[in-house]
Nanobody, 120 residues
Framework: QVQLVESGGGLVQAGGSLRLSCEASGNFFSVNRMGWYRQAPGKQRELVANITSGGSTNYADSVKGRFTISRDNAKNTVYLQMNTLKPEDTAVYYC??????????????WGQGTQVTVSS
């Protein structure tokens, strides 16, 4: 019953920008940590950035200074602003969220993924 829906992916030239969005919907008590992961062809899925409900953030070293994660708790939505994109950023980007069905418990949910392609 809980869904994560991503949007904002697309094709962009190196040096360009994209903004990804992910909204959690359904029946739940709260959403705690939310984050973005990515998986390029032939590579393992890796953490890009995450953010707690209180606003604390973590970033992969490869995106520090270029990407910014933020969230709107009232809308249960997380965003990823991606600037100065590089071809190495090309991947399917997945939203992840820790969902609390009730206070004191949570489970992890994945979105369906959105393609980001950065051309040289």
């Amino acid at each position: 019953q809980v869904q994560l829906v991503e949007s904002g992916g697309g094709l962009v030239q190196a040096g360009g920008s994209l903004r990804l969005s992910c909204e959690a919907s359904g029946n739940f008590f709260s959403v705690n940590r939310m984050g973005w992961y990515r998986q390029a062809p032939g590579k393992q899925r890796e953490l890009v950035a995450n953010i707690t409900s209180g606003g604390s953030t973590n970033y992969a070293d490869s995106v520090k200074g270029r990407f910014t994660i933020s969230r709107d708790n009232a809308k249960n939505t997380v965003y990823l602003q991606m600037n100065t994109l590089k071809p190495e950023d090309t991947a399917v980007y997945y939203c992840n969220a820790d969902i609390s069905p009730f206070a004191g418990a949570y489970y992890s949910r994945w979105g369906q993924g959105t393609q980001v392609t950065v051309s040289s």
